[in-house]
């Protein structure tokens, strides 16, 4: 649990943005514990960014740089995110690494959502390495980002059964209708429960 006052969010997405849809749903049905101040964008065609002035909600895209695979200068993402006080980032389809300042800024106030249950098939395309693997559960996982890839300490998870009549489309589907459930019920009670870190394990309950 974070502080008394309302926590203010900020999204950082990608590409299509469902995760950030439902996040926006849940916030405007006041079911988030906190308030969606801004969406913040590293890719200028997102359609997040539309979805986000479709909700109201602030569409931004701070420069990237040169690279792809992480942001060249993190700082004028971090003023953003200052500028608006923003006391919690919550990345939904974000396709970047992070590292410091922004992760130690953001220590304990970041999360992530990913489409395994981790730490099972980290990375990239984690439904198909699941799908090709032949797993018989698979599921999606809400994480505290650290510096490391799909890690973090666990706020939540779901499991989704892969049927026999599945195809990786049908099971995809699947998939996101769970990210869609998980991810905003895992941001309440992270904003409305206090919680504290056992180690790896991340603990909700008052201590005793
Ligand atoms: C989701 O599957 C999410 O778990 C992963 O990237 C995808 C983003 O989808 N990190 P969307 O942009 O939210 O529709």
């Given at each position: 649990m974070l502080s008394a006052r309302s926590a203010r969010l900020a999204?950082?997405?990608?590409?299509?943005?469902?995760?950030?849809?439902?996040?926006?749903?849940?916030?405007s049905r006041g079911e988030l514990g906190g308030d969606l101040v801004a969406v913040l964008s590293d890719n200028p065609q997102a359609f997040a960014l539309e979805r986000a002035r479709l909700h109201g909600i602030e569409a931004l895209t701070p420069p990237t740089?040169?690279?792809?695979?992480?942001?060249?200068?993190?700082?004028?993402?971090?003023?953003?995110?200052?500028?608006?006080?923003?006391?919690v980032v919550l990345l939904a389809g974000f396709m970047r690494r992070l590292h410091a300042p922004l992760l130690d800024a953001f220590a304990r106030r970041m999360l992530n959502i990913h489409p395994s249950l981790l730490p099972a098939f980290p990375g990239l395309d984690a439904i198909g390495q699941a799908w090709?693997?032949?797993?018989?559960?698979?599921?999606?996982?809400?994480?505290?980002?650290?510096?490391?890839?799909?890690?973090g300490p666990i706020v939540a998870q779901a499991t989704v059964e892969v049927r026999e009549d599945d195809t990786q489309e049908s099971l995809e589907a699947r998939m996101h209708a769970a990210e869609h459930r998980l991810y905003p019920a895992a941001v309440r009670r992270y904003l409305t429960e206090p919680f504290r870190l056992d180690g790896r394990r991340l603990v909700f309950g008052a201590e005793e």
């Amino acid at each position: 649990m974070l502080s008394a006052r309302s926590a203010r969010l900020a999204v950082f997405a990608s590409g299509n943005g469902s995760n950030f849809e439902a996040l926006a749903s849940a916030a405007s049905r006041g079911e988030l514990g906190g308030d969606l101040v801004a969406v913040l964008s590293d890719n200028p065609q997102a359609f997040a960014l539309e979805r986000a002035r479709l909700h109201g909600i602030e569409a931004l895209t701070p420069p990237t740089g040169r690279f792809r695979s992480r942001l060249e200068d993190e700082t004028p993402w971090l003023d953003a995110l200052r500028e608006r006080r923003i006391d919690v980032v919550l990345l939904a389809g974000f396709m970047r690494r992070l590292h410091a300042p922004l992760l130690d800024a953001f220590a304990r106030r970041m999360l992530n959502i990913h489409p395994s249950l981790l730490p099972a098939f980290p990375g990239l395309d984690a439904i198909g390495q699941a799908w090709r693997h032949g797993v018989r559960v698979t599921g999606c996982t809400v994480h505290l980002v650290e510096d490391a890839l799909d890690a973090g300490p666990i706020v939540a998870q779901a499991t989704v059964e892969v049927r026999e009549d599945d195809t990786q489309e049908s099971l995809e589907a699947r998939m996101h209708a769970a990210e869609h459930r998980l991810y905003p019920a895992a941001v309440r009670r992270y904003l409305t429960e206090p919680f504290r870190l056992d180690g790896r394990r991340l603990v909700f309950g008052a201590e005793e």
